[in-house]
């Protein structure tokens, strides 16, 4: 049975840092790209970043330069470090695992409040 599974959200002031895990079983977590992607209250859910088997970074323009993506093959995880959180950050963040077919978790909520 695959599971995906965040932690690490919660409440944090503006200009605070959160880092997300996202522990994986089932997959053989290595040969799979991984990703966040988060969905705010009202609006759809857009991707955040994501990592290529082969440690390939992509940010969403609004995450460049704040947020850092990065996996632990030996673990199973995937993280997401977030610096310099604003409010607009504030959203469930959901990891994603893709490669023939792709896996969600159930989310973590992070709220950012000023």
């Known amino acids: 049975q695959v599971q995906l599974v965040e932690s690490g959200g919660g409440l944090v002031q503006t200009g605070g840092s959160l880092r997300l895990s996202c522990a994986t079983s089932g997959i053989v977590f290595s040969i799979y790209a991984m990703g966040w992607y988060r969905q705010a209250p009202g609006k759809q859910r857009e991707l955040v970043a994501t990592?290529?088997?082969?440690?390939?970074?992509n940010y969403a323009d609004s995450v460049k330069g704040r947020f850092t993506i990065s996996r632990d093959n030996a673990k199973n995880t995937v993280y997401l470090q977030m610096n310099s959180l604003k409010p607009e950050d504030t959203a469930v963040y959901y990891c994603?695992?893709?490669?023939?077919?792709?896996?969600w978790g159930r989310g973590t909520q992070v709220t950012v409040f000023s």
């Open positions: 994603n695992a893709v490669r023939n077919r792709d896996y």
């Open positions: 990592i290529t088997i082969g440690g390939t970074t």
